[in-house]
């Protein structure tokens, strides 16, 4: 995943968090955003200490980032998206984080 394509700083968190909207699941919750005039879709993660050691959490978002860089010609391009793991996620491989994250988009419909 592209740099361009991460979320990083804490207003632009912010912004997402109190505009967009959000859909969920056991293992995720997905924050949602349309952004007008952008190119290609954004990816914020946010895994807390509870989820795991530091160990468990970096795994958790290279799974996550992963997904999405396998669903990203099916994501919408103009879009934020955070994602943020909750504790049974720790325990997931990849094929069940990217079918757990595909659940949650279609929820939020966003995937195609």
Do not use: W
């Not at 795994?59 to 996550?64: G, S």
């Not at 955070?82 to 325990?91: E, G």
């Amino acid at each position: 995943m592209k740099k361009e394509q991460r979320i990083k700083k804490n207003s632009e968190f912010s912004a997402v968090f109190t505009h967009g909207k959000s859909f969920a699941n056991r293992q995720f919750v997905l924050y949602v955003l349309p952004k007008e005039g952008q190119t290609q879709f954004r990816v914020g993660l946010s895994v807390s200490k509870r989820v795991g050691h530091a160990v468990c959490r970096n795994r958790i978002k290279r799974l996550i980032r992963a997904a999405f860089q396998e669903l990203g010609l099916r994501l919408r391009f103009n879009y934020d998206y955070v994602v943020i793991a909750r504790k049974p996620s720790s325990n997931l491989n990849f094929l069940e984080t990217k079918s757990s994250l595909c659940h949650v988009m279609k929820k939020a419909n966003v995937i195609q």
